[in-house]
């Protein structure tokens, strides 16, 4: 999944304000002046400086109740808005707790800022542990695996163009978490110099002309051209110009969960995942495939059983993206957005007929695939039903690794981009509720969380977050009594079920003792329908419990097609 070449700021870049008093000053500052409004953190002793500055600022801190949760909100506003998120950590432990969630971030390219505190710089020693309170030997490498980069101050005057610096290195394409390191006595040190505005977003890079040329010759050539669009695309803002492409082309278009409704309802999107045989067909029978934006990780490829395309042309920012999983015959390296418009104005168009077959095939393959679901897990097709009678367009959702979760990611019919967001990058279980109240208040739409009860329990302690900060969400717990998908596992795989079944709380209750109105509902059908529109209406925080057992989708490992296709190894 690439991302975009962006400037990132939640709004227009501010004039250079007066000189910071102190380094806690000139870090809110130098957030202010990327335009940032909101920032997800947990205090300490050692950035209560920096909690000084931001309660004389107008950015809105949100008080999380474990640093987990600060990164995986700062992920989840960041996924919603496409604007720069950020996490505020102390020291140490502090800092440590957040690695998991920016591991996501990293994964699924989303542009996260966190910044952390050190040991005073009075009190350090090279290469020595001294045992000073929240002291790493390495702060800063235990991050390296999981961001683009990490920073380290060490002077005061250094505060604010490192966090300009490292902001634009997280937004800049392909985008992701970026790592600030600060020891604390320098927040409360004075600074010395006004802060300079930040450096202007490089332009968007066009890809090669001569590799351009050859992509028109091959797609022009070909008679089953598949557009497969990731997440790139979304970030780069490619949808008009690839909608229009896929016109010209009457190619249908197989969006990645990055890249889920970047065409909204165009009749060249397919609408399904390609897990399911009725997309899955589109691949293999394509002589060319242009992909857009996308890595082609294993979680969307069934661990790259679908075969290497017969023509691959790969539209990617970064050369190393576009050829690490399927070496393409030809690289387009640049942005999105720009190569497709360049792409759509060269190649020679379809018959107008040709794009209305195209829409009628779509058509019949998704009604095929409702009805396969409606066999195949009757309560997933309630579920699904459910939620499209429940959700508008505008609404926004924070699917967990979860059965309930992976039903709702792979299968309902999104409108807009953006309005998914899944921990498909690494997989974190416990990601959707942390991660959702950062969606919900990025102003992109109502918000729904839908979580097992194993992995809402991984932050259950955010209730209380969610009704001191009175975050407009509507919690979705599917209580399946077990993490499902592992009882599952257990069961296709002929083993006894153990250690995977839970003893929930009453958790109507729990969420009624923070303040929060919560009610429960049996079944995903009817009643649900109802609990969620009355829950969804509500601008205040609400939760709903479901007491549900799905089993999982064929986009799950277990099921996927194609492995079941692969004869077995011969000894």
């Known amino acids: ?32 002046q990327l335009g940032v409004t909101c920032a997800f953190g947990l205090p300490g002793v050692h950035n209560l400086p920096a909690w000084a500055a931001l309660a004389r600022s107008p950015i809105r801190l949100v008080g999380v109740r474990h640093e987990q949760t600060a990164a995986y909100a700062a992920d989840g506003y960041a996924r919603a808005s496409g604007r720069l998120g950020v996490a505020l950590t102390t020291t140490g432990p502090g800092a440590a707790n957040a690695l998991g969630a920016t591991g996501e971030a990293w994964a699924s390219h989303s542009p996260v800022l966190v910044i952390a505190t050190d040991i005073p710089t009075t009190l350090r020693r090279a290469g ?34 490192l966090v300009q610096a490292a902001a634009a290195h997280a937004l800049h394409a392909p985008s992701g978490p970026v790592y600030v390191q600060i020891p604390t006595d320098l927040l409360s040190a004075p600074v010395g ?66 890249g889920r ?73 640049g942005d999105a957005r720009t190569t497709c418009e360049a792409l759509a104005a060269a190649v020679s168009a379809a018959p107008p007929a040709a794009v209305d077959a195209l829409a009628a095939d779509l058509a019949s393959r998704r009604a095929a695939a409702d009805a396969f679901v409606a066999a195949d897990e009757p309560q997933a097709a309630e579920l699904l039903g459910t939620l499209a009678a429940v959700l508008d367009e505008d609404d926004v959702v924070v699917a967990d690794m979860c059965i309930p979760g992976y039903w709702t990611a792979a299968l309902h019919r999104f409108a807009q981009p953006r309005k998914l967001a899944y921990p498909v990058g690494w997989g974190t279980l416990g990601f959707a509720f942390p991660a959702s109240i950062g969606t ?93 529109r009355s829950a969804l209406a509500d601008p205040s925080p609400t939760v709903v419990v479901a007491r549900a057992s799905l089993d999982p989708p ?16 011969t000894a």
């Open 1 to 32: 999944m690439s991302a975009p070449a962006s400037s990132g700021g939640e709004a227009a870049s501010q004039p250079a304000p007066p000189p910071a008093s102190s380094g806690g000053e000139a870090l809110v500052q130098a957030l202010e």
């Open 128 to 161: 020595a542990y001294r045992g000073v309170l929240h002291e790493t030997r390495d702060q800063a490498a235990m991050f390296e695996p999981v961001v683009k980069r990490t920073y380290v101050c060490h002077a005061a005057d250094h505060i604010a163009p």
């Open 193 to 258: 110099r006004a802060l300079a505005p930040p450096a202007p977003a490089p332009p968007r890079a066009p890809a090669d002309p001569a590799a351009l040329r050859r992509a028109v010759e091959l797609l022009d050539d070909a008679e089953r051209v598949l557009i497969w669009a990731g997440g790139g695309a979304v970030a780069a803002g490619a949808g008009s110009a690839l909608a229009l492409l896929a016109e010209r082309l009457a190619a249908p278009v197989i969006e990645t969960y990055g």
């Open 261 to 333: 409704a970047l065409l909204g309802g165009h009749p060249c999107a397919v609408g399904l995942p390609p897990h399911l045989p009725h997309a899955g067909e589109l691949w293999d029978r394509a002589d060319v495939v242009l992909a857009v934006g996308s890595d082609f990780d294993g979680m969307t490829t069934q661990n790259w059983l679908q075969p290497q395309p017969r023509c691959l042309i790969a539209v990617n920012v970064d050369p190393v993206g576009a050829a690490e999983n399927y070496p393409p015959d030809v690289a387009l390296i």
């Open 440 to 532: 919900a208040l990025a102003g992109a739409g109502r918000a729904l969380c839908v979580c097992g009860d194993g992995g809402f329990l991984f932050a259950a302690g955010e209730l209380a977050t969610l009704a001191q900060e009175r975050i407009p969400l509507t919690l979705l717990i599917v209580d399946d009594g077990a993490y499902g998908m592992l009882r599952y596992d257990q069961r296709h795989a002929g083993q006894e079920v153990f250690g995977v079944e839970l003893e929930s709380p009453d958790f109507v209750a729990w969420a009624r003792a923070c303040g929060i109105a919560a009610t429960a509902v049996d079944g995903v059908g009817a009643p649900l329908a109802d609990a969620l």
């Open 554 to 569: 064929p986009t799950t490992s277990p099921r996927w097609y194609r492995r079941a296709a692969v004869p077995p190894p």
